[in-house]
């Protein structure tokens, strides 16, 4: 069965601090979408991971794939109240030849001050 | 246009009705998806286009659904005798090309709820 598992499912920070959001996934890909969803809102694309060893930053954020361990990390940094959102990861099971993404159930990341 | 387009935005049917809803990806995307997400879940998979032709139909829930993208560009995602579980976010998504090199955009999402 195609799988992906994110963890944690629900994350309470406060501001400064940094934190790790961890995406398994159960067949063989090279290719992981990270994206952000607000309340009510569509989903933001964050980062596109295509291969073994990627690595992505984008302000206090940063992205790896591990397509070995069929891990990835979404790492915050100096956590912000901005930060505030529902984050996906998701996976193309077929190798690109299609493109259908499977997605895990969410980390809802709350930052308090 | 800029992104993508869906509407309506917020859709009330009865149950037994069927409803139809739009999705103008960006000018020029060659790919197109269809997800539902139910509240407080991710987005699951419905149906894939790669420019008019449906390559792709194995998540549909049921016969009641319908996708189609005639000239390869605006796709219409019908739902025939709506019942209450069909309720959900639709999103629409499109791509550049048919792999995902270049990442998805996502539409705003079309909102159903059946009652």
């Known amino acids: 069965e195609l799988k992906v598992e994110q963890n944690p499912l629900f994350l309470s920070m406060q501001e400064g601090k940094n934190y790790t959001i961890y995406c398994n996934y159960s067949?063989?890909?090279?290719?992981l979408y990270w994206y952000r969803q607000d309340p009510g809102k569509s989903l933001e694309s964050l980062f596109v991971l295509l291969s073994n060893g990627a690595v992505k930053q984008e302000g206090r954020l940063m992205a790896s794939l591990d397509t070995k361990a069929r891990l990835s990390t979404l790492h915050i940094t100096a956590a912000v109240h901005d930060l505030s959102a529902t984050y996906f990861c998701a996976v193309d099971m077929s190798g690109g030849s299609q493109g259908n993404l499977i997605f895990g159930k969410g980390t809802k990341l709350s930052v308090k001050p | 246009g800029a992104g993508v387009s869906q509407s309506p935005r917020y859709k009330v049917a009865k149950r037994g009705q069927d409803v139809a809803l739009r999705c103008d990806p960006i000018s020029g995307h060659v790919s197109l998806f269809w997800y539902q997400q139910a509240l407080g879940q991710g987005p699951e998979f419905l149906t894939y286009f790669q420019n008019e032709a449906q390559l792709d139909k194995s998540g549909l829930p049921s016969d009641r659904f319908f996708a189609e993208r005639p000239e390869g560009s605006v796709s219409t995602l019908k739902i025939q005798r709506t019942q209450q579980e069909d309720s959900a976010v639709y999103l629409c998504a499109s791509s550049l090309d048919w792999g995902g090199g270049y990442g998805y955009t996502f539409g705003s999402g079309t909102r159903l709820t059946v009652v």
């Open positions: 067949t063989t890909s090279d290719r």
